[in-house]
């Protein structure tokens, strides 16, 4: 293992790194490069996890003790809104001057035998390279290393769009505080916590338009801060800012394809950044020294312990990217909250990164959430999961949907037999609304050859058959249909026999807003005449009158995924030049004109949805931007709620995947248009569903997976939850197992007495 070691940059993580490898092997020698003076910082408090300080205590007590005579604890969060001030409890916060924590560090450096060259630029890296083992690159979010290598690094830097600032005030909050300022300019934001017992860090963020029309971009650094305090002086009470070097920025996001090269390693910021609203930087850094420190221990060679670091804290860490993404992107779009209800926003900002959930605050604080829930409209003991949604004359007894999952196991477009009991059970199982697959209007409109259809009186009849026995069975579950047409995506192989590969043999024809094909291997699709459209805007409306003949009590059309109708809204997938393609409003023509044509047929009292890819995912195609006016001119033609997907239009997409990943699309088109949303995407707990209802995110979501793997989610959802009301129904049969069955017994006695040997 490495005997001689480079450290490039003295922030927190390369100080700690440095520390332990030098602790570990007393024999090591280990140099840290640091440009800037030893009392040199920017920034004012960090904060520090629980879970950071364990893996400190852990590695060393010597630091961790240090630490603890230092740190400022507070558990509440205070959210100052409108006027309206409200405060939750029980969060457990830990911080300290970043001036002091970097002193505490360079002291057990200095007593463990690492040499510190401040003010001193470190060599080339090359040379470094030649002359250590190792070299830690820990040189910050500017990481001149990962420039120089950004073809061994793979390094990406995304820039936001807000400014922000980094200042201080003489005095302790007693709380973690956001406050939010209505200006002339637009909304502005701060957030303050304590580090030190007279002393808090601010930081003033809002977006780049508004700091421009605010005039910032015009002030100097004292007049900055002079600004901040007076927009915010009710939160100061009237005291003063002051700054360090202080200076508006915009965050920026850095992802490495890789962190490792030869005997050089990423550390900290320089390997990837975290936004500051979940307090992570720090936390960040101290954790990849302990990872890396650890594997170097633990590994027989460099190469192997350099794969196990970044093998370790990758995962962690890009959960904690798309955690701090969510939290800056909330707040980027602030704007759209500002209407809410004053527990609501303080809970739809509590709980925006997602790591908080319902669940957790009201473990953390059981009186705010319970306030929530009632300004929210939940009777007393009801989870908002559990509270009912009117669309139209429809009333869903919850917000549970099952989502349209295509099945394949249709013959000749009939349902049978399988989807009587695949539809029944779920129905059974509780949800609100149990959607159909994608229910085809033509043969030639399927994906694959057991799809199932709605053009013919035998498929009408098999589906009347399955919705009697919702609406007798399952009474106060709504059963509703989802109608499309394939388009280029069809006459391909069952799921499970290659998705998206097309057919050897038994291929029908492929239609499109273009001729495009999705894959290399697909059929190339011929490219809908006029009198073709009208062709297929009639089969949509005659598929719609036999789903309202067969019971339905819901219709959703299907524009989303690359069938058909979203083929005409992306861009990347229409290059008509005719009245269908071209501008948005011109790529929105024909699916227009097929809702039109099934409202029409579809009866007045029953909801219609519509089904969207918000975004393409992929350059060039449909952006956040189109994808709520997209939404907006499907309300304005009569949509009751808008079903938010993403994606899945070409394959060459870029999705950002996690956990509820989609619902930051259905979000803003909800606070956008004003229109209900029904939510989709990796929602898998009724944490989940409960937290993103109550925030006002969604009226709706949609879980797929989850219902394959448990077709009673939502009852089990309720039993888990203790809820018996009527946002949910055991069927009669299956009363008797409500309630969790019994495990094997864990409650045996423990041993008085353990002996050693």
Not at 624 to 634: K, M, P
Request: hydrophobic share 40%; with cysteine.
């Amino acid at each position: 293992m490495p005997l001689r070691v480079a450290v490039i940059g003295g922030g927190p993580g390369g100080l700690y790194a440095a520390a332990l490898l030098k602790r570990l092997d007393p024999d090591r020698e280990v140099t840290v490069w640091e440009r800037n003076a030893p009392d040199d910082t920017f920034g004012f408090g960090v904060v520090l996890s629980d879970e950071t300080l364990g893996g400190i205590e852990h590695a060393d007590p010597v630091v961790y003790a240090a630490l603890q005579n230092e740190f400022v604890r507070w558990d509440d969060i205070e959210i100052v809104h409108r006027g309206a001030r409200h405060t939750s409890g029980g969060h457990g916060f830990a911080a300290l001057g970043r001036r002091r924590l970097l002193e505490i560090l360079h002291e057990r450096c200095r007593s463990l035998g690492v040499e510190l060259r401040f003010r001193a630029q470190a060599p080339p890296v090359a040379e470094l390279m030649a002359a250590y083992d190792l070299v830690v690159a820990a040189d910050g979010v500017h990481s001149l290393t990962r420039e120089a290598y950004a073809e061994v690094f793979g390094p990406s830097v995304e820039e936001h769009r807000c400014r922000y600032i980094w200042l201080a005030a003489d005095f302790a909050f007693d709380s973690f505080r956001f406050e939010i300022a209505e200006t002339e300019h637009g909304v502005m934001q701060l957030h303050g916590y304590p580090y030190a017992a007279d002393a808090s860090t601010v930081i003033v963020e809002m977006r780049e338009e508004v700091w421009r029309a605010a005039g910032f971009a015009d002030l100097d650094e004292p007049e900055s801060v002079e600004r901040c305090g007076k927009i915010f002086a009710d939160a100061l009470g009237g005291r003063q800012l002051r700054s360090n070097n202080s200076a508006w920025t915009t965050f920026r996001t850095v992802v490495n394809d890789r962190w490792s090269g030869a005997n050089l390693v990423l550390l900290g910021d320089a390997a990837h950044t975290a936004h500051f609203s979940i307090g992570s930087g720090t936390k960040l850094a101290v954790e990849d020294a302990l990872a890396l420190a650890a594997c170097l221990e633990e590994r027989p060679t460099l190469e192997e312990a350099l794969t196990a670091y970044e093998e370790e804290r990758r995962p962690v860490v890009e959960s904690t990217q798309r955690a701090a993404r969510a939290s800056l992107e909330w707040f980027e779009n602030l704007g759209l909250y500002l209407g809410q209800p004053a527990r609501q926003f303080a809970f739809n900002l509590l709980t925006r990164s997602r790591r908080v959930t319902h669940g957790n605050l009201r473990l953390r604080d059981e009186r705010f959430t319970a306030a929530v829930e009632r300004e929210f409209g939940c009777p007393s003991g009801t989870p908002p999961m559990f509270t009912p949604l009117r669309l139209r004359g429809l009333t869903l007894r919850n917000r549970v949907v099952v989502s349209p999952m295509d099945m394949y196991s249709a013959v000749d477009g009939v349902p049978g037999d399988f989807h009587l009991v695949h539809l029944g059970a779920r129905a059974l199982g509780g949800a609100g609304l149990v959607m159909t697959e994608m229910v085809c209007v033509s043969a030639e409109g399927r994906i694959t050859p057991g799809c199932a259809g709605l053009y013919s009186h035998r498929q009408a009849e098999s589906w009347r058959r399955i919705t009697r026995f919702v609406h007798a069975q399952a009474p106060g579950t709504a059963l509703g249909v989802q109608l499309g047409h394939s388009g280029r995506k069809g006459s391909t192989k069952l799921m499970w026999e290659g998705i998206d590969e097309p057919l050897e043999e038994g291929n029908w024809p492929l239609v499109a807003a273009s001729p495009i094909p999705y894959g290399p291997r697909s059929q190339t699709p011929r490219q809908l005449s006029r009198a073709q459209l009208t062709d297929i805007r009639e089969q949509f409306a005659a598929a719609a009158w036999r789903a309202a003949r067969c019971d339905f009590d819901l219709l959703e059309l299907h524009c989303a995924h690359g069938y058909l109708l979203s083929g005409f809204l992306s861009p990347l997938t229409n290059r008509r030049t005719d009245a269908y393609g071209g501008s948005l409003e011109r790529r929105l023509r024909f699916p227009l004109e097929v809702f039109d044509a099934v409202r029409a047929v579809w009866p007045e009292e029953r909801p219609m949805t519509v089904r969207i890819s918000a975004t393409d995912w992929a350059e060039g195609g449909t952006t956040g931007d189109e994808g709520v006016a997209i939404a907006r001119a499907f309300s304005a033609h009569g949509a009751d709620a808008i079903d938010v997907s993403t994606g899945q239009v070409v394959a060459d997409e870029h999705p950002e995947y996690g956990r509820s990943y989609q619902t930051p699309y259905a979000d803003r088109i909800r606070h956008e248009t004003g229109l209900p949303v029904i939510a989709v995407g990796a929602i898998s707990s009724w944490d989940d569903v409960n937290s993103l209802i109550l925030a006002g995110r969604a009226d709706l979501c949609a879980l797929a997976r989850p219902h394959l793997y448990d077709p009673h989610w939502t009852l089990h959802a309720a039993a888990e939850q203790g809820y018996e009301g009527p946002g949910v129904a055991w069927p009669k049969p299956y009363r008797a197992g409500s309630r969790r069955p019994q495990t094997g017994r864990i409650d045996a006695p423990k041993p008085r007495l353990s002996l050693g040997t």
